[in-house]
């Protein structure tokens, strides 16, 4: 009997050592997974941020190139502005007085 005994004592250890075994080997593998799971999120957040600076970059680029089209649109308008001015300045002169009237009517009124 006693022999039984310490087979099945034996039987049990083993049982319990294979099962802590493959416990520890789940354990690792779990750990494995959450690490590559964690590094795919990461490198698709590094990504995410990558084109984010991207797009802003090269949405800065197209403000600044349309800006400098709008500049360049505004000086010729200006210049040609200026130019009807210098000849023909009477009724440039009439809408500056117009304004100047309306102005001084506007604001006398208390």
């Given at each position: ?26 354990i690792a593998a779990l750990r494995k997974e ?77």
């Open positions: 009997m006693a022999t039984a005994a310490r087979r099945t004592l034996k039987t049990v250890e083993d049982a319990s050592d294979s099962v802590s075994d493959a416990l520890f080997d789940q959450v690490a590559l799971i964690s590094d795919a999120v990461s490198d698709y957040g590094g990504h995410a941020l990558n084109d984010v600076q991207h797009n802003a970059v090269a949405l800065a680029k197209e403000v600044r190139h349309q800006g400098a089209v709008v500049a360049r649109e505004a000086n010729r308008q200006a210049h040609a502005a200026g130019k009807v001015v210098q000849e023909n300045p009477v009724p440039v002169l009439v809408v500056l007085g117009t304004i100047v009237l309306l102005s001084t009517l506007l604001f006398r009124r208390d």
